[in-house]
């Protein structure tokens, strides 16, 4: 979740020549070493660059660019760059919940399209966060390619409550800009979660966790809940790293003064499991 592995730019600029191959000779090779510097420059400033540095290229090429991405469609001549950037990536790096479904363009197509089929610009996301991302401004939203300061930051606050009455569990999510530190970041990470409405979604999804993770906890003592709570944390740590929302909540519920077996039995009477206590 967050970050993925950045694509190597040797691949990128490897990708220039079946593009131009697949224009029908509407790019030339000046297209071509104009994409490699626009790649290379793109790469050294983080994933980022101006619309002047886009206009480099002629609006002819601009625009042939931006029709070639159709070709990376499956089954067509480029669709081996969507292939292999699919092949790097699990599940959306932006919410952490579903796997990857669309190819989105981190600087906008519409706006930037000299960086139409170009892989650095290129994330796999879910249908729903690419569809609520949209064409948004890129310097808003976090680069799941170069944005490295993220990478196993765990910068989610989950705060547990439980009533003393009812023992009815509740939670809340928010983001510890000073685990962030970075000002600027912190501000990305707020934009994108109110964009892609992370918190409303993450709520069913952790609700949906906990009542797998605990449907039969009626027959638990004391040994068996803390010992399946610790090992759910250390299945998620190994499996999806310290900043992934299942390994954060998992902890939340561990550190929490408010979360004890009498809590979860509660629990486990009012929810019926999602997914027959096969806890993904």
Known sequence: MWILEKPLIDEALSDIARVIAESNASLTGTDGTSL?????????????ISKQQDETLSASAR????????????????????????????????????????LDHQMPRSKYKS???????????CGVCN??????????????YYDHELQDLPFFIIDVHSSPVTHRLSWKFSINEQVVGNPTLAAKISTQVGVVKLFRRLYKETNN??????????????????????????????????NDW?????????????????????????????NQGLNG
């Open 36 to 48: 490699n510097s626009l790649y290379r420059l793109y790469d050294r400033q983080g994933g980022t």
């Open 63 to 102: 625009n042939t660019l931006y029709n070639l991405y159709d070709k990376t469609q499956e089954g067509r001549r480029l669709s081996y760059i969507r292939t292999q950037l699919f092949k790097a990536v699990d599940v959306c790096p932006m919410c952490g919940i579903q796997p990857p479904s669309q």
């Open 115 to 125: 960086l139409s089929v170009c892989r650095l610009n290129l994330v796999p996301l």
């Open 131 to 144: 569809n609520k991302k949209k064409a948004s401004d890129a310097s808003t939203f976090v680069h799941p």
């Open 209 to 242: 966790l906990l009542s797998d993770l605990l449907f039969d906890a009626e027959g638990w003592n004391e040994e068996t809940f803390e010992f399946i709570m610790q090992r759910e944390y250390r299945k998620h740590l190994c499996l999806r790293g310290t």
């Open 246 to 274: 299942h390994t954060l909540f998992i902890k939340a519920l561990l550190d929490s003064p408010r979360f004890s077996l009498q809590e979860a039995k509660v629990y486990a009477q009012r929810i019926t499991p999602v």
